[in-house]
């Protein structure tokens, strides 16, 4: 085996761009913190998202068994997409604003907390969510996909709002986006069994948490083998204005009263401008299948000791 693939030498990706530059200026000390852990660190700053998936996939095609990235949920959005099925392990450096995947996974919140885990490289399975649109390919998403209000919710927030701290950032599209909605039809198809009414968002979470704490789904893991799925039905302003101050401070949705269930694939027919998106990313438009892909990824986390 060649020095580039290696078990010391690791390619990081990162986004220097994410939580507000703070991966960026993370850069020296990351060097010489993964050099004091014994670490050949090759360190990559794509500046777009094409170029941050085909350096995974690269990665891949020269044979590493390891890579490590170092931003936010979108960046780790890009990279799984660029490795699946190549049998690469992830080490993540949370570094973005709202880290939920992170979180998830019970990493520290101090990047370089996080990147000491990486010289143990402990690993654990974790399940992956398969989302083909309509009108685009197949993709991936780690931690909460939604259509709807929460897709244009999501697509404010990286855009007009973009400016705004974490949940700040998703609460402020999800206002912008609840003001010019209409509810929509929507049948969903999991295993067999059907739904059918309206709705103003459905969240189909693998995480618990999104847009920077909003806890859409505090019972969700990683790693149980189901999606837990969240229908809000039609919405009137008096709810949201309700639901709201929990949703600032604590990130609950008591006030919304979802439906849940728990699907391991579900088809989602709805009316054709309704917008899906992966990990706060715009994935394309209804009719969505989805499908759970169990223990598809190795991360790197925090060893637990033996009882």
Known sequence: MD????????????????????????????????????????????????????LAAEAARCGHRKLVVVGGDGTLLDAINGIHGSGIELGIIPAGDANDVAAALGLPRDPLVAARLLFD????????????????????YAGVGGAGLDAEAARLAG????????????????????????AFEVTLDFGGQIYRGPADMIALANAASYGGGIQIAPGARMDDGWLDVVVVEALSWPKVLW????????GGMGGLHPLRFSARQLKIQASPGV??????EPFGHAPIEIELLPGALRVVCAAVAAP
């Open 275 to 280: 917008a899906f998106h992966g990990d706060g």
């Open 159 to 182: 855009g007009r709002f973009r400016f705004l701290p974490g949940r700040a950032r998703y609460l402020a599209g999800a206002l912008q986006a609840f003001s010019g909605r209409r």
């Open 243 to 250: 639901a709201l101050p929990a949703l600032c401070w604590s």
């Open 3 to 54: 020095s580039e693939s290696s078990d010391n030498t690791v390619w990081v990706l990162g986004n220097r761009r994410a939580g507000r530059a703070r991966a960026g200026r993370l850069a020296p000390a990351l060097e010489r913190l993964l050099e004091s852990g014994g670490f050949r660190a090759k360190f990559f700053w794509p500046s777009t998202r094409e170029e941050m998936r085909a």
């Open 121 to 140: 490289w402990h690993t654990r399975p974790v399940d992956l969510v398969r989302a083909k649109c309509a009108d685009a390919e197949a993709r991936l």
